[in-house]
């Protein structure tokens, strides 16, 4: 595809029920990478796949949070039994070599937790 | 742990003037590379300018450039004859070379955001 798209753009959950956010990454592209962006704030790194390998999933903040990319392109991130204080914008981000740095990043999916 | 900091959280500039951005960061590490990025209101972040820290030479991008000062760790952003369309959130980001653990990975700031006045 042209860029990477997040599905869906807006989410709205009732506290306590799971949600799963998508990431279509640029076709090709080796490295996948997710962040959490609160409001006026810059994003903040949750996990990172080097094709389906989960190679650093440092900043998921609890054991809530699941990622994966069973088949080294599509990514989903799972979030179970929503919490308040887990609405924000999700950023999905890739980048075509391993260890290249320049990263595309996807328009995001807002998430918002009643 | 390596942290970024941007200075100031809002600025202005009257259209086709010069305006500078702020970024400190701190690492231990001696391979890195800075990155800003652009968020406009619709959320999507595109990459303005990167920054090798083995390169000495600041890097350019039309009328965008750094000041990389390694020593001091600041990378500063200057964006010259400013349009409305640079009206944004902007972030620095910081990133470590491959050789080293949790390479890949940004670390950004909190954001500047510009408003370009007409």
């Known amino acids: 595809g042209a860029g990477v798209s997040q599905s869906p753009r807006y989410k709205v959950a009732k506290r306590g029920q799971d949600v799963a956010l998508r990431c279509d990454p640029i076709?090709?592209?080796?490295?996948l990478f997710w962040y959490q962006q609160a409001l006026g704030q810059g994003p903040e790194f949750l996990t990172y796949?080097?094709?389906?390998?989960?190679?650093?999933k440092s900043g998921l903040p609890s054991d809530r949070f699941f990622a994966e990319r069973p088949e080294g392109s599509v990514s989903t991130l799972k979030i179970q039994r929503t919490q308040q204080e887990d609405s924000a914008v999700y950023l999905c981000?890739?980048?075509?070599?391993?260890?290249?740095?320049?990263?595309?990043f996807g328009p995001g999916t807002r998430l918002t937790v009643t | 742990a390596q942290t970024v900091t941007q200075s100031q959280p809002e600025m202005s500039v009257q259209e086709a003037e010069t305006v500078t951005l702020s970024c400190t960061y701190d690492?231990?590490?001696?391979?890195?590379?800075l990155f800003w990025y652009k968020q406009p209101p619709s959320r999507q972040m595109i990459l303005v300018i990167r920054?090798?820290?083995?390169?000495?030479q600041n890097a350019t991008e039309n009328r965008f450039s750094v000041n990389f000062q390694k020593a001091a760790k600041s990378f500063s952003l200057k964006i010259s004859d400013s349009q409305l369309g640079d009206t944004a959130m902007y972030f620095c980001?910081?990133?470590?070379?491959?050789?080293?653990?949790?390479?890949?990975?940004?670390?950004f700031g909190d954001g500047t955001t510009l408003t370009v006045k007409p």
């Open positions: 981000a890739s980048s075509a070599e391993s260890y290249t740095y320049e990263q595309y």
């Open positions: 076709s090709g592209h080796v490295s």
């Open positions: 796949f080097q094709n389906e390998a989960q190679l650093d």
């Open positions: 690492t231990s590490e001696n391979n890195y590379y």
């Open positions: 920054q090798e820290a083995y390169k000495q």
């Open positions: 980001a910081f990133t470590l070379s491959p050789a080293l653990t949790n390479a890949g990975k940004s670390t």
